[in-house]
């Protein structure tokens, strides 16, 4: 679904006009919204992936309902029925690709048909977020958070797992409040109490959701997609014919992109959430301002490191069995979170990495008293703290951003060995000064959107729509051609 388009746009100025149209009604609203999500996803996706989405909706359904309809069989036997059930249908979309070929030439050598596997299995869309929306929804049921008349119906569920906003690269809109999982102006927000609203909805802050949409295209259009098609792409495509300076900047670029990608289609998802009058959590928090490795996963990519702690974490033990227990757990967590962004030894030792710098970390705390010590030296012991951890992160998304092992390896060899015999092919020396500054700005430009809105706010309300159709002028000048299909969409 591309949020980032004309076409899309030009949709949503409809959409938003019949919405609005039901103010009063906020049932209603929360009716069209279900429809229009369904529609869309059979407009954009297969009906193989819209078929996976209604089935597994369905089971969610079934198993929540069995929770109460049949209690001779007990809530945690439902649980894990559901839980199996979800784990069971992500990991085959997630898999089935990698075991098709070998299954099909296995097959075939046998003399068995092999029709169903000649073709490519596409990973259905959203089947990520709306599986991990179905285990947290089943688990509040379990723990009576949604009992009674709070249960969802069928129709609620469709409409909470689909919401067009979030099914393609989230966040992940629980049913219930979480702890960390915020609204834009720090409150909580949860997908039941907006689904079952009866008070008519209001468009929430509307300079500053038209301001984050902004700053989306400006993200996700203008910068994510200048840095790759500029630095980043070429660099990762042949690194042996760049020098050891264009590496590095491509390096960094990357994390960049992926920063902009991301956290632009989720400031436009919560802008587009606020002017429906939809709370959705922000799934980014400077993140690149982390002085560790455990606060980079407080600030980065929220919702999933929430659903992580409450999903994985908790129930492998938490922190309730000691230190070492508590170590072992983080670790099964953040390995697993690297097998599901994807297939392949680069993603299991991308998740690797995370995993044994969170616990060594954990263990210098102990041992050292790192905290405590960071603390006490002030901004220099913050400022090294913030660049040691960026700095892991960028060089861990080496294995993140390769195809395959062998192509992490081929740009570290090029970064280590292209120092002198090879000529800079990029104004790498530029963009790493860029970076640098940006990096060192980037404090004061985290509350740039506020007080742009805030400035919007104090104008005349007749002239408010000219800075920002200006501002709209300035990111589509500056913008390549063409907008990139978003990366998380893939995972």
Known sequence: MGLVSVEFGLFFVCFFALYWAFWRQPRAQSALLTLTSLALLAYYASWVASACFVAFTMFAWLVSRGMDALPRIPRKAWLWIGIGGGVAHLAFWKYAEFFRVPLRETLAAHGFGTGLLESTWLLPLGVSYYTFQGISYLHARY????????????????????????????????????????????????????????????????????????????????????????????????????????????????????????????????????????????????????????????????????????????????????????????????????????????????????????????????????????????????????????????????????????????????????????????????????MLVALLAYPRLVHLPARYASALDAMPTWLRPAPLLATLALVAMFAPSGVPGFIYANF
């Open 143 to 434: 723990r009576r958070e949604i009992d009674g008349p709070l249960r969802l119906s069928l129709f609620d569920l469709l409409g909470h797992f689909g919401l067009f906003l979030t099914i393609t690269s989230g966040p992940i809109l629980r049913a219930r409040n979480a702890k960390h999982l915020t609204a834009y102006d720090g409150s909580e927000c949860n997908g039941l109490d907006q689904i079952r609203q009866a008070t008519p909805r209001k468009v929430l802050a509307p300079t500053l959701a038209l301001t984050l949409i902004l700053l989306a295209l400006a993200k996700k259009w203008w910068l994510a997609g200048w840095l790759s098609e500029s630095l980043v792409d070429p660099v990762f495509a042949n690194p042996s014919q760049f020098q050891s300076l264009d590496v590095l900047a491509a390096i960094y670029g990357y994390t960049l992109q992926l920063f902009f990608d991301f956290s632009g289609y989720s400031d436009l998802v919560v802008g587009l959430g606020m002017l429906l009058g939809l709370r959705i959590p922000v799934n980014f928090r400077a993140p690149l301002l982390a002085s560790n490795i455990r606060e980079f996963w407080d600030r980065w990519h929220i919702s999933l490191s929430v659903w992580i702690r409450d999903y994985l974490y908790i129930p492998l033990g938490g922190s309730k069995h000691g230190f070492s227990r508590t170590q072992l757990n983080l670790f099964i967590a953040l390995v697993l979170s690297g097998l599901w962004h994807g297939q392949g030894w680069n993603f299991a030792l991308w998740g690797f990495l995370h995993a044994s710098a969170l616990v060594l970390l954990n263990i210098g705390d102990r041992v050292f008293g790192g905290r405590e010590k960071l603390t006490r030296s002030g901004w220099p012991g913050k400022a090294l703290g913030v660049f040691v951890t960026v700095n892991f992160v960028c060089f861990a998304f080496v294995f993140f951003r390769a195809t395959h092992l062998a192509d992490a390896i081929a740009v570290f060899r090029a970064l280590f060995g292209n120092l002198f015999d090879t000529p800079i092919a990029t104004d790498a020396p530029l963009w790493l000064l860029a």
